[in-house]
């Protein structure tokens, strides 16, 4: 038995701005499935995030179309959740649509059974729990969910046989501790048995092994942010180029996942340091002649010189596929700044509340310094303000806006009454079919 695992495929997602990265999420996918054929697999995972938002465009659902028509030929069945980016508060995603097109089968709880070859339904309470089926595994597994959701659908996702996989797109705390700073939903106790976890949501690829069971993310398809860069290089005093993170999918053979790489464009992730402008310019020479021509650079400069940053970009825009370029000044003595004596800023007055404000002075004081200082003394103007101020709160306490009785026995439109959730089904809310 073995399987292809593949999480947020981001389709549509025109990274920088730029339609061409979205081409390049749809080319991993397209990778990505060529080569799970090549291997032979028996099913494929997408465990949430095929899309980069819940309503696709036209373009980026053919992009699907295309790449799981090669699974289709191939007669491979496909299970799949919604993740965060493209679940839906409506009854049908874009994943129905598929669906509906003998393309994928979306797993987890709905509102009406579904059946078909590798799908079996199976009612709780009032609504179903849709899972998939091959040969003698498993596949359970449900869309993303907020923590507070997970604690009632978790219990439910029981496998009635031995070999199971759960596909879930959520943040499990323990792979996310390692060295993630990101927030999760369920630790690991929270989760039902099964064979393997397949998870989504974490775009770096994870492996996590406990009790001889995995739970792996496959990461993100392409390079989703700079934490996901091919390259760092870092040039202060010597050029330094460390490898970043690898984009492909894991094969999971009889339950244990190894990471398939596929080939993306490059990412660099680019600091150049130096004091004055000139060895600044000749280090980010040398860089860029060490980059390939169709990657995509994000840089950060730091000079003590003021540089005329556009250049920079013009430079790199020509040399590159892409290219988005910081500057940050560095100084190198800070200069002392004079402190200004308060009195300069401040009047009489104020000094003195001030003084009261830092020190422990009650309240009353405090009170009573503004009262005098407005009320009493000889500033007439002052006096007069605050007379009218005061006028104008009596006015205004007098003559009451009239209640407008009939508005308060209207039911406003738009707002429905919200009733507490009585059963699974009202529990589960938006969403489902
Ligand atoms: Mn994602």
Same mark, same amino acid.
């Given at each position: 038995?073995? %399987?292809?695992?593949?999480?947020?495929?981001?389709?549509?997602?025109?990274?920088?701005?730029?339609?061409?990265?979205?081409? /390049?999420?749809?080319?991993?996918?397209?990778?990505?499935?060529?080569?799970?054929?090549?291997?032979?697999?028996?099913?494929?995972?997408?465990?949430?995030?095929?899309?980069?938002?819940?309503?696709?465009?036209?373009?980026?659902?053919?992009?699907?179309?295309?790449?799981?028509?090669?699974?289709?030929?191939?007669? +491979?069945?496909?299970?799949?959740? *919604?993740?965060?980016?493209?679940?839906?508060?409506?009854?049908?995603?874009?994943?129905?649509?598929?669906?509906?097109?003998?393309?994928?089968?979306? +797993?987890?709880?709905?509102?009406?059974?579904?059946?078909?070859?590798?799908?079996?339904?199976?009612?709780?309470?009032?609504?179903? @729990?849709?899972?998939?089926?091959?040969?003698?595994?498993?596949?359970?597994?449900?869309?993303?969910?907020?923590?507070?959701? @997970?604690?009632?659908?978790?219990?439910?996702?029981?496998?009635?046989? &031995?070999?199971?996989?759960?596909?879930?797109?959520?943040?499990?705390? *323990?792979?996310?501790?390692?060295?993630? /700073?990101?927030?999760?939903?369920?630790? #690991?106790?929270? @989760?039902?048995?099964?064979?393997?976890?397949?998870?989504?949501?974490?775009?770096?690829?994870?492996?996590?092994? %406990?009790?001889?069971?995995?739970?792996?993310?496959?990461?993100?398809?392409?390079?989703?942010?700079?934490?996901?860069?091919?390259? #760092? +290089?870092?040039?202060?005093?010597?050029?330094?180029?460390?490898?970043?993170?690898?984009?492909?999918?894991?094969?999971?053979?009889?339950?244990?996942?190894?990471?398939?790489? +596929?080939?993306?464009?490059?990412?660099?992730?680019?600091? #150049?340091?130096?004091?004055?402008?000139?060895?600044?310019?000749?280090?980010?020479?040398?860089?860029?002649?060490?980059?390939?021509?169709?990657?995509?650079?994000?840089?950060?400069?730091?000079?003590?010189?003021?540089?005329?940053?556009?250049?920079?970009?013009?430079?790199?825009?020509?040399?590159?596929?892409?290219?988005?370029?910081? %500057?940050?000044?560095?100084?190198?003595?800070?200069?002392?700044?004079?402190?200004?004596?308060?009195?300069?800023?401040?009047?009489?007055?104020?000094?003195?509340?001030?003084?009261?404000?830092?020190?422990?002075?009650?309240?009353?004081?405090?009170?009573?310094?503004?009262? /005098?200082?407005?009320?009493?003394?000889? /500033?007439?103007?002052?006096?007069?303000?605050?007379?009218?101020?005061?006028?104008?709160?009596?006015?205004?306490?007098?003559?009451?806006?009239? &209640?407008?009785?009939?508005?308060?026995?209207?039911?406003?439109?738009?707002?429905?009454?919200?009733?507490?959730?009585?059963?699974?089904?009202?529990?589960?809310?938006?969403?489902?079919?």
């Amino acid at each position: 038995m073995k %399987f292809a695992h593949i999480a947020d495929v981001h389709l549509g997602y025109e990274q920088y701005n730029q339609p061409w990265r979205a081409e /390049d999420f749809a080319k991993a996918f397209m990778a990505i499935a060529e080569k799970a054929v090549e291997r032979d697999v028996d099913f494929v995972v997408i465990a949430g995030d095929l899309f980069h938002r819940s309503l696709p465009s036209p373009r980026t659902i053919k992009e699907a179309v295309e790449t799981l028509w090669i699974f289709r030929k191939e007669n +491979i069945p496909v299970f799949a959740v *919604e993740g965060n980016h493209d679940k839906t508060s409506r009854d049908i995603s874009a994943y129905h649509l598929l669906e509906s097109l003998g393309l994928l089968n979306v +797993i987890g709880l709905r509102r009406s059974p579904v059946s078909g070859d590798n799908v079996r339904s199976l009612k709780i309470q009032n609504v179903y @729990l849709v899972k998939g089926v091959v040969g003698d595994v498993e596949i359970l597994g449900d869309r993303h969910r907020s923590r507070w959701q @997970l604690e009632k659908v978790l219990p439910l996702l029981k496998p009635e046989s &031995e070999k199971s996989v759960l596909v879930l797109h959520q943040a499990v705390k *323990e792979v996310v501790d390692i060295e993630l /700073d990101m927030a999760y939903e369920l630790t #690991i106790s929270d @989760l039902p048995e099964a064979s393997y976890y397949a998870f989504g949501h974490i775009h770096m690829p994870r492996i996590y092994e %406990f009790n001889g069971r995995f739970i792996a993310y496959p990461g993100s398809v392409e390079r989703y942010d700079l934490r996901e860069a091919s390259r #760092i +290089i870092r040039y202060k005093s010597d050029l330094a180029l460390k490898d970043g993170i690898k984009k492909g999918f894991l094969l999971v053979k009889n339950f244990k996942p190894e990471f398939v790489e +596929i080939g993306t464009r490059e990412l660099y992730d680019v600091e #150049i340091e130096d004091e004055g402008f000139e060895g600044l310019e000749k280090k980010f020479f040398e860089v860029l002649e060490k980059l390939d021509k169709e990657g995509v650079m994000i840089a950060k400069l730091k000079c003590g010189d003021a540089v005329d940053v556009r250049r920079f970009n013009e430079v790199a825009a020509k040399r590159l596929r892409y290219a988005e370029i910081r %500057f940050e000044r560095i100084f190198e003595e800070v200069e002392e700044v004079e402190l200004k004596q308060e009195s300069e800023f401040f009047n009489e007055f104020e000094l003195k509340l001030l003084d009261l404000l830092r020190g422990e002075a009650d309240e009353d004081e405090v009170y009573r310094l503004i009262v /005098d200082h407005y009320l009493s003394g000889g /500033d007439v103007e002052k006096q007069e303000v605050m007379d009218e101020k005061i006028q104008e709160m009596a006015e205004e306490q007098t003559e009451p806006e009239p &209640e407008p009785v009939e508005e308060k026995t209207k039911p406003i439109e738009g707002k429905k009454e919200t009733k507490k959730p009585k059963t699974l089904l009202d529990f589960l809310g938006e969403g489902e079919e």
